[in-house]
């Protein structure tokens, strides 16, 4: 064993001796219902934004130079991510996945993008796949987040790039033109001008259709060097390259560095970033890599295993809409990357829909999601980080934001400050810096408006999580006025139906639910924690809520 990885090794077992007990724990073994990839909660968050669990890290590489208003690096880290996992945060909001931005080792120097000068505070501009930015944290943390959160039944989702490199400075050399190409710019007319181009200018484009071997960029030989890891990192490059019969060409390095976190800690699955500009088969490759060294981690930690749940992708598609089936049409060519290892693709076409009404919005996402996308799903969101046209900009809409994601067919992505309408629109920002600032937890402290707000986020949500057929589950209008639906969901080993009723009048409500309940069942309204008996197939329940959620 290497020393590095006896140091890993002993900090693991030091880490579960010392850690403290959580109240909120959920032990797999006692987990009711099944997890779902179709039903999930996920939560996304920028780990820089987030919260600061540790300001001794906030400064590295001597990145001091002054930034444009919310370009630079602000403190988030991986520790401020566990803070919140020991205080029960994501539990008590019903997430059961936690995606956030890549944390690997960024570029050190500064771009000025046209927006102002910029940090790579985001995570994507990587410089070493192979180490943590200190700035997010070290192994050590990412280690204890991914233990904890699985103790918690929350699944990890890493953000992972293959596409490309971070931009080029003074402080980050271009990497070789067998590993990279550095022109033409994307026009993104068609397949060629999407795929075999640089995202922007000076992001140089990883040679993913290569099959070329070829070696180490030099400076990434000379950083391990004065690491003192050149040794074991070109070990490890050389036992992988034996044993999968790859080439050693650019994506299978990139492949080996990041499926590595995933062999030694158990990560669940990949947010893939920029997937259209890659070919198809990159995705089934890395897909491939991944789940089998999801297996190995399990074999090798039969105690922490959550369940049989295979490794999951998740791709970034950039303009997906959920109504076109599996495929994604670049105008001269189209791509099922539904058949190259995703489970599910994000949906850009749902801030769109949340414009409709309910049973419009339910009805066409049941019907897709049985029938063209059957066995595969879409993750649904109304805010991200780099989508300027959000569906509720302004936040005059939270409530009804929450409705509408949590309930509708899918998965959903719950966006960092959208359950306290952190503002999306900031003065002195410009592009996407309106939708990446500090998590507002001072609001939610403090207001008692927001803090409304997050209690309506939290219901729906831990409804969604304890309940997958909400996600998963077929749909069912009963009653037009007022407004009731059912949804089903039938396994092999696990059956629920849920009954859920929206804009309803506050105070006694009598609601037809017909045969969605036996006669004589006493149903819950999780919403307000009411009971009440089915009695002819009606429900009478006095709340001061204008929803119920029944089980």
């Not at 579960?16 to 997890?35: A, D, I, Y």
């Not at 070829?214 to 044993?243: H, M, S």
């Not at 990159?282 to 922490?304: D, M, N």
């Amino acid at each position: 064993m290497s020393l590095k990885n006896f140091a890993l090794s002993l900090i693991s077992i030091l880490s579960l001796s010392c850690k403290p007990e959580h109240k909120n724990s959920v032990s797999p073994e006692k987990e009711k219902t099944p997890f779902l990839w179709e039903a999930a909660n996920i939560y996304f968050l920028l780990t820089d934004r987030f919260n600061n669990g540790d300001p001794s890290n906030d400064v590295n590489f001597e990145r001091t130079e002054e930034t444009a208003t919310h370009r630079g690096f602000e403190g988030g880290d991986i520790k401020g991510i566990i803070q919140k996992l020991e205080a029960g945060y994501f539990e008590k909001l019903g997430i059961n996945a936690i995606w956030f931005t890549p944390v690997v080792e960024q570029i050190h120097g500064i771009v000025d993008e046209g927006t102002g000068p910029t940090y790579a505070y985001h995570g994507y501009w990587a410089k070493d796949w192979t180490a943590l930015d200190p700035n997010f944290g070290t192994e050590e943390d990412l280690a204890y987040l991914i233990e904890l959160a699985h103790s918690k039944g929350i699944r990890v989702l890493l953000d992972v790039v293959v596409n490309h490199t971070g931009p080029v400075t003074e402080k980050d050399p271009v990497w070789g033109s067998d590993w990279v190409r550095t022109g033409p710019t994307c026009n993104f007319k068609d397949y060629e001008g999407t795929t075999s181009c640089t995202l922007v200018d000076n992001l140089p484009d990883i040679l993913t259709d290569s099959n070329k071997e070829v070696a180490l960029p030099q400076f990434l030989t000379d950083k391990w060097k004065q690491e003192g890891r050149y040794e074991e990192e070109t070990e490890e490059l050389n036992a992988f390259f034996e044993a999968t019969g790859h080439p050693r060409a650019p994506r299978f390095y990139i492949m080996k560095w990041i499926t590595d976190f995933v062999k030694k800690y158990g990560v669940d699955g990949f947010r893939a970033d920029t997937v259209k500009h890659t070919e198809g088969y990159v995705w089934s490759e890395l897909y491939a890599i991944a789940s089998s060294a999801f297996e190995t981690w399990k074999k090798k930690h039969p105690e922490s295993v959550l369940d049989d749940t295979p490794f999951y992708m998740v791709g970034e598609v950039y303009n997906y809409n959920i109504s076109s089936g599996r495929w994604f049409d670049y105008g001269d060519r189209k791509v099922d990357f539904f058949d190259h290892g995703f489970k599910s693709l994000i949906n850009f076409e749902f801030k769109h829909d949340a414009n409709k009404d309910y049973e419009d919005i339910f009805t066409k996402y049941d019907s897709l999601l049985s029938t063209k996308l059957k066995n595969k799903s879409v993750l649904n969101y109304l805010t991200s980080h780099d989508d300027g046209a959000p569906f509720d900009k302004a936040r005059k809409r939270t409530f009804e934001s929450a409705t509408k994601l949590l309930l509708s067919p899918g998965a959903s992505q719950v966006y960092y400050g959208d359950e306290t309408a952190r503002k999306l629109q900031i003065d002195g920002a410009s592009g996407d810096a309106h939708l990446r600032s500090f998590m507002n937890w001072n609001e939610l402290q403090n207001n008692k408006e927001v803090q409304k707000l997050h209690a309506h986020w939290q219901k729906l949500g831990t409804f969604r999580r304890d309940h997958p057929a909400v996600g998963a589950g077929k749909h069912q209008m009963i009653s037009t006025t007022p407004y009731i639906f059912s949804r089903t969901l039938k396994t092999d080993s696990f059956k629920e139906r849920v009954v859920i009723g929206l804009d309803l009048k506050p105070g006694l409500k009598t609601l037809t639910i017909g045969n969605a309940f036996e006669q004589g069942t006493v149903v819950t309204d999780h919403y307000s924690g009411k009971k009440a008996k089915v009695e002819h197939g009606m429900v009478r329940i006095d709340t001061p809520y204008t929803l119920v959620l029944l089980y």
